[in-house]
């Protein structure tokens, strides 16, 4: 199966950015890689068992996508320091860099 290239490295990405890369996380990606190294049945069965890795990897991101957004509409919550990460990330992605603010 040519096409199972491209899933697995779509399901170990999404597996390494969203569910870490620490040694307590190590059995998500060995628990992946058995799965696509196992052998099955049908051409069938491997089409669906394609399917499905590519539909987790998609819930990986999709999930991750719906955390950052219900953080970002908390208002309750103090949000100074996560904008003060993007403004710097922003300008570091043109080379510039921000000054330090002022607190007494």
């Given at each position: 199966?040519?096409?199972?290239?491209?899933?697995?490295?779509?399901?170990?990405?999404?597996?390494?950015?969203?569910?870490?890369?620490?040694?307590?996380?190590?059995?998500?990606?060995?628990?992946v890689?058995a799965?696509?190294?196992?052998?099955?049945g049908?051409?069938?069965?491997?089409?669906?068992?394609?399917?499905?890795a590519?539909?987790?990897?998609?819930?990986?991101?999709?999930?991750?996508?719906q955390?950052?957004?219900?953080?970002?509409?908390n208002?309750?919550?103090?949000r100074?320091?996560?904008?003060?990460?993007?403004?710097?990330?922003?300008?570091?992605?043109?080379?510039?860099?921000?000054?330090?603010?002022?607190?007494?």
């Open positions: 199966m040519a096409a199972a290239a491209p899933v697995y490295r779509r399901v170990m990405k999404a597996v390494q950015k969203h569910v870490g890369v620490g040694a307590d996380k190590k059995h998500f990606r060995e628990f890689a799965e696509f190294r196992c052998p099955t049908t051409e069938a069965d491997a089409r669906a068992r394609l399917r499905l590519g539909d987790y990897a998609y819930l990986l991101t999709s999930v991750q996508h955390k950052e957004l219900l953080f970002s509409y208002i309750a919550v103090d100074s320091e996560e904008m003060r990460k993007t403004l710097n990330k922003s300008a570091a992605s043109v080379g510039l860099q921000l000054p330090d603010v002022y607190q007494p």
